[in-house]
């Protein structure tokens, strides 16, 4: 468990729980918000706006994998983000909206970065919207370095993904 701090004061411990079906939900209204506010560039709300049955079907799915593991990020056991893994790739993680700015989201990553060390992996990647500055920002701060490997999203408009990478055997 991570301990977030904010302008507001100490704000609780930060850990995961495996996400269950009955989660999804709240997930998404967390997860919209957010996606709405940050990838507003990247997903015009007016042509592209948050395909929300689809990102729950995605989740869906993604529970019932076997090679995924889901989780809902906790601050003091209420719900305020989410994870998704699979193997040494962090497939989704993001807080609510108004964690932004707290540590929340820091926190989140240190928990999931744990979660993979623990696993014993040794470099873990992920992909992020080349058009999302401040998500860049964040990894970035946090360690994380582009590949110059990209991808694109499977959602419309198809937007570019880079890929990131971060050693896990430094501290």
């Known amino acids: 468990m991570t301990t977030t701090r904010s302008g507001r004061g100490v704000i609780g411990p930060v850990r995961l729980r495996p996400m269950r079906v009955e989660d ?3 997930v998404l209204d967390i997860q919209e918000p957010g996606a709405v506010a940050g990838l507003g560039e990247v997903f015009p709300q007016d042509s592209h706006p948050f395909p929300r049955r689809d990102i729950r079907e995605r989740w869906l799915q993604e529970i019932a994998a076997a090679d995924i593991d889901c989780y809902v990020v906790l601050e003091d056991e209420a719900p ?3 994870a998704a893994v699979r193997g040494a790739e962090i497939l989704h993680l993001g807080v609510a909206l108004d964690r932004w700015g707290s540590g929340t989201a820091q926190a ?3 928990a999931v970065i744990s979660l993979l060390r623990s696993r014993g992996v040794r470099r873990a990647w992920l992909l992020v919207f080349t058009d999302n500055r ?3 920002r964040f990894y970035q701060r946090l360690g994380w370095r582009p590949t110059g490997e990209r991808a694109r999203s499977a959602f419309p408009p198809y937007p570019e ?3 990131y990478e971060r050693a896990l055997d430094d501290s």
């Open 24 to 26: 999804v939900s709240a």
């Open 80 to 82: 305020v983000g989410f």
């Open 108 to 110: 989140a990553d240190d």
């Open 134 to 136: 401040r998500g860049l």
């Open 161 to 163: 993904l880079l890929r």
